[in-house]
């Protein structure tokens, strides 16, 4: 019964590489949400997903960051080109349906960009 | 536009007080209201929510928060709060449920 998986935990990046996060929804669960979470701020939403189609992502930076959620496999938010203000709490959620659904969060990726 | 603002960035209670956590929403729609908890280098993990059935609702650990439209409020309370309570707290809301919007967060510590 596993939950929400996010790898790596920690990311650490120099600048100009590129970041991959993984995300692997709950079992069962179609749709997936990542959002970021900066120091001493709430969760901002960046991208929401459902398998194979970006339903929203009027929260994604319009330069250098990309999601995808293919129809195996786990969920990818790509950061190219990485710049130290990319460093952050990276978190993903799931749920099971839409709508006022509960959305199950993971442990996040935290990324450090040097 | 929604927005959640959580009054307070820090709070704290001595063990066995009242814990009162604020959280104040701007919704054109009917909102549906969350929160939210977060311990130190982990994920958030659900309290309760509320989806405009029950205005007051109860949640785990002890706490729940009650609707009242009229103050647009949805503060999060438990009667006596223990060390374990110590963490992040978020309030969010959301209507379509494509986004949530996120409060800034109130950390909770609790004195001995």
């Known amino acids: 019964n596993a939950g929400v998986m996010q790898n790596p935990r920690h990311l650490v990046r120099r600048r100009g590489q590129e970041a991959r996060l993984r995300c692997s929804p709950m079992k069962g669960h179609s749709h997936v949400y990542w959002y970021r979470q900066l120091p001493e701020e709430g969760l901002k939403f960046m991208v929401y997903?459902?398998?194979?189609?970006?339903?929203?992502e009027s929260g994604m930076p319009k330069e250098r960051f990309s999601a995808e959620f293919p129809k195996e496999g786990p969920s990818i938010l790509r950061i190219q080109q990485v710049v130290r203000g990319d460093s952050a709490a990276y978190f993903c959620?799931?749920?099971?349906?839409?709508?006022?659904?509960?959305?199950?969060f993971g442990p996040g990726t935290r990324l450090l960009v040097l | 536009a929604q927005s959640v603002t959580q009054l307070g960035s820090h709070v704290s209670v001595s063990e066995g007080a009242l814990v009162l956590l604020r959280c104040n929403y701007s919704s054109s729609v009917p909102p549906y209201l969350f929160w939210y908890v977060q311990y130190p280098n982990q994920g958030l993990q659900l309290l309760l929510k509320y989806t405009s059935a029950a205005t007051l609702v109860k949640g785990i650990n002890g706490f729940e928060a009650e609707f009242k439209k009229s103050e647009t409020s949805f503060h999060l309370t438990k009667p006596s709060a223990h060390m374990s309570d110590a963490a992040e707290y978020f309030c969010a809301v959301t209507s379509t449920g494509n986004q949530f919007y996120f409060g800034t967060g109130t950390s909770l510590t609790v004195i001995p």
């Open positions: 997903l459902q398998k194979e189609n970006i339903i929203d």
């Open positions: 959620a799931s749920s099971l349906g839409h709508l006022q659904e509960t959305q199950y």
